[in-house]
Every structure is written in structure tokens, then in C-alpha cells.
């Protein structure tokens, strides 16, 4: 009913910076390869380190039981614990980034570690909408892009990728720019760095008249 509309419309998380996130509109920044398909939430970050609703610290547990040996030492072979990782900020996924289980520690946990977005050419829907909802973009792109985009990170680790959310675009370092999909009601969200409470607290004003006016 209206009173319960209105009550929820002006409901206010205990912090109110919790309804807005980091504006997501150009950007650019280096790569990380990770060619494995299949990756799943598990892998991402295992259910051990599920019990925390707290993002802070996620980053540590991120590929947990790839990035350390039985001992918790670090590996050294792989990618995350090596210099080039560091400052990345696009993860370059496999086929099927994000299945399994459903959790938003996922993407927590690679925004923690500073990833701002992840490549793949086909992602889990839950571990999508899960990114999108946190600020976190999942970019598809064609089997043939894919393939060479991890061709020319592997002849230049230093290369460069660039996002312009508005226009849709990834610019690969070779020069060519390719398309990519999105949600609309997501891209609105992402470009003006708000959730969905926050989209309809925008319009509050304008609900607040309709409800006056249809008693």
C-alpha cells in the first residue's frame, strides 16, 4: 500500500554512502591474463572466507588456493603474486568467468584486490548481475577478440586497455576499438554511480506527486 511505499522510500541504509558507488564512465589501465575457463565463484574466493559481510580484506583470499601452497606461502608462478599484476586493473578471464555458487564475495573480492573489470566471452548470469549491482564491470567480447587480446598482452605485458562505459567501447592496445554489451538499466546505474535504491530515490519527488495525486 501507499504508507508502505513511502516507508520504504525513504528508507536510509545505516550509512547512506552505501547507496552510491564509483561512477563508471571511461577508464583505462593494464591487463592480467588468466587463461583458464570455467572459473568459478569457489575459485574466486573459497566458501572458507564467506562467513565476513564485510568487503575489507577480501583481496587477501582472492584465487586462494591458487595464489598460496599448503603453508599459505605465496606462488610465485602464478600471475596475482607476480610484479606485472600489480596496479592492474583488468582482469582477462576465460570462457565461463563466475560459475557456480552465488556470491557477491566474488566481485568484492577482485574489486578489493584493485580490478575495476573483468573480460571474458561468456560470464555466469549470477556472478553478472552480482558485478554489475557492486560497480563492477563484466565486458563480453567474441571468441576471436579474446584470442588475440591474450595474444597481445602475452607480446607486451605493459599494454594498455581502455573502457568508455557511455559509448560501449573497449579500446585494445593494437588501436581497434570492439562493442560491447550491457544491461541498460545497469549502464544508467554504473554511469551515475548509484544502485537501484538509489535510481528510485532520484525520482522520489516525482513519486511522491503521483501518489497525491492517485489517492
Known amino acids: 500500500g501507499r504508507g508502505l511505499r513511502a ?8 550509512d547512506p554512502a552505501e547507496l ?6 571511461a577508464f583505462s589501465g593494464r591487463v592480467v591474463p588468466l587463461p583458464i575457463d570455467n572459473v568459478d565463484t569457489d575459485q574466486i574466493i573459497p566458501a572458507r572466507f564467506l562467513k565476513t559481510t564485510d568487503k575489507s580484506g577480501l583481496a587477501a583470499n582472492l584465487f586462494y588456493d591458487w595464489r598460496y601452497d599448503a603453508q599459505g606461502a605465496p606462488r610465485p608462478d602464478f600471475i596475482l603474486n607476480q610484479p606485472s599484476a600489480r596496479g592492474a586493473i583488468f582482469l582477462l578471464a576465460g570462457h565461463n568467468f563466475g560459475c557456480g555458487s552465488s556470491r557477491e564475495h566474488a566481485p568484492w573480492a577482485l574489486q578489493g584486490f584493485g580490478f575495476r573489470a573483468v573480460i571474458s566471452t561468456e ?3 549470477i556472478f553478472q548481475n552480482n558485478s554489475l549491482k557492486n560497480g ?3 565486458i563480453v567480447i567474441d571468441r576471436p577478440t579474446h584470442r588475440n587480446l591474450f595474444e ?3 607480446q607486451n605485458p605493459e599494454a594498455e586497455l ?3 562505459l557511455a559509448a560501449q567501447t573497449l579500446q585494445l592496445p593494437d588501436g581497434r576499438t570492439v562493442t560491447f554489451p550491457i544491461d541498460p538499466f ?14 528510485l530515490l532520484r525520482h522520489e519527488g516525482a513519486i511522491r506527486d503521483y501518489e497525491q495525486a492517485h489517492a
Open 186 to 199: 545497469s549502464r544508467i546505474c554504473l554511469l551515475n554511480g548509484i544502485d537501484e535504491l538509489g535510481y
Open 7 to 14: 516507508e520504504w522510500l525513504h528508507y536510509r541504509c545505516a
Open 136 to 138: 563492477f564491470l563484466p
Open 123 to 125: 560470464f555466469a548470469d
Open 152 to 154: 597481445l598482452v602475452a
Open 20 to 25: 552510491i558507488m564509483e561512477k563508471i564512465i
Open 162 to 164: 581502455t573502457v568508455d
